[in-house]
């Protein structure tokens, strides 16, 4: 049975986005700036940013307001509610020890991939994926992984929602394309990721299995050079096969 539906606290909605804004921002933020951004009057971002201060969401440093430490309180805890992350975390930075590079564990929500652990091997690229970063699925092998494990009637939905916009030339645009490419890595089990979200930058993932928990994937990055020899795209498929193994079997069982 369906929950009725009803309307939204609309203060809540304007906090969200004054704190939206902030994360977006990447470092302090004037008000000036926030008001010049959200089109709101001086003093409503003030009365926000003072309730969303008192709450410790964020802080008013020097060079303007920045999120406060209790979002990454809110952020760990939320990230370990099913027992996913506490059973992947691990894997995945062994992952990263065996391959030497950026490994990698994303969650789907509301149709947009989070990334919530990241662990860098020794030749690993300099590449900020801060936790908790959202990207379109269609974007990424972790996030196509993530849409071949769902039905595709939940990835029209996704579609219809989020859309598929251009990250580079190399991005899938068309539902057929992506629709095509998700039969394919159901198939073969595997995502790949070759300079679609950023040039250079090449990825390959597989989904995880996990049961009535929330939808996951993880992956290895590396620069696109490293991706292209067959021999070297096997072994890192190989490897990635045998973590998301290991991780579902403990998954299962209780770990």
Not at 200 to 209: M, Y
Request: charged share 30%.
């Amino acid at each position: 049975m369906e929950r009725p539906k009803t309307k939204s606290v609309r203060a809540t909605g304007t906090s969200m986005r004054v704190l939206t804004a902030i994360a977006e921002h990447g470092g302090g933020v004037s008000i000036a700036e926030l008001v010049d951004r959200l089109e709101l009057a001086k003093s409503t971002v003030y009365k926000h940013l003072i309730t969303l201060e008192e709450h410790g969401l964020v802080v008013n440093h020097e060079d303007g307001y920045r999120l406060g430490l209790q979002c990454l309180e809110f952020g760990g805890m939320a990230r370990q509610y099913d027992g996913v992350y506490d059973v992947a975390k691990s894997e995945v930075h062994k992952l990263a020890e065996e391959t030497g590079e950026l490994a990698n564990l994303m969650f789907e929500e509301r149709g947009i991939g989070v990334y919530v652990y990241t662990a860098r091997g020794e030749q690993a690229i300099t590449f900020d994926i801060h936790l908790g970063r959202r990207v379109y699925l269609h974007t990424t092998a972790l996030g196509k992984a993530l849409l071949a494990s769902l039905s595709d009637e939940r990835v029209d939905e996704i579609v219809d929602r989020h859309g598929l916009p251009a990250r580079t030339d190399e991005t899938i645009t068309t539902r057929s394309d992506l629709f095509e490419e998700l039969d394919q890595i159901r198939e073969e089990g595997f995502a790949y990721n070759e300079e679609e979200r950023l040039g250079g930058l090449g990825c390959v993932g597989t989904p995880l299995e996990t049961g009535d928990r929330r939808n996951a994937a993880i992956s290895i990055m590396t620069p696109i050079s490293r991706l292209k020899p067959e021999e070297q795209r096997r072994e890192y498929t190989e490897t990635l096969h045998q973590t998301a193994n290991v991780i579902e079997v403990n998954l299962a069982h209780g770990q």
